[in-house]
């Protein structure tokens, strides 16, 4: 039926194609063939306007990106929580199994105190270890529950503020 409004006309058209593709399918083979070669012809403007919609419209786009990611996340914690920590251990130059191996050294526990972690992460699980390593050369020293993992930074990896943290809480002591 045709339409003098164009834009009534362009939805005519569509919805015709729609309904002649599900009941025929070499119409829908030979569409399929033609939104190829119209691609492949058009790649370099279609990548350009693709471009500049992104660039004119970034807010919109960022927002979208955030809900696909939370969607994307909700959808497999797991899968989420196992990217995470390949992510970490390329970070420090480990592999799942040097992880492993290092875990299985120290049996399970902190390096430093001894004591298994304690700790849930985001979803409810026992937290991982910490790779603790030197911030100036990299090196990685062990695997340190979340406390001590914690308390190293906040004195800055400092042997000497340690040390004198220790004085303060021996003496400490001997007053009360």
Not at 65 to 79: D, G, I, L
């Amino acid at each position: 039926m045709p339409y003098s409004d164009p834009i009534k006309a362009a939805e005519y058209d569509r919805q015709y194609r729609l309904k002649r593709r599900k009941s025929d399918p070499e119409f829908a083979k030979r569409q399929r063939g033609y939104c190829k070669k119209w691609s492949a012809a058009n790649r370099a403007r279609e990548s350009a306007r693709s471009k500049r919609y992104r660039q004119d419209n970034i807010e919109k786009m960022r927002e979208y990106e955030n809900q696909r990611s939370v969607q994307r996340r909700a959808k497999n914690p797991e899968r989420q929580k196992a990217a995470n920590r390949r992510s970490l251990l390329k970070k420090y130059g480990l592999s799942a199994l040097d992880y492993t191996c290092m875990l299985t050294e120290q049996n399970f526990v902190c390096k430093s105190c001894g004591e298994p972690e304690v700790g849930l992460d985001a979803y409810g699980n026992m937290r991982p270890l910490s790779v603790d390593h030197d911030h100036v050369t990299g090196e990685v020293r062990g695997l340190l529950c979340n406390g001590c993992n914690r308390a190293l930074g906040f004195i800055n990896d400092s042997s000497e503020k340690l040390k004198k943290l220790i004085s303060y809480l021996d003496s400490a002591r001997k007053i009360c």
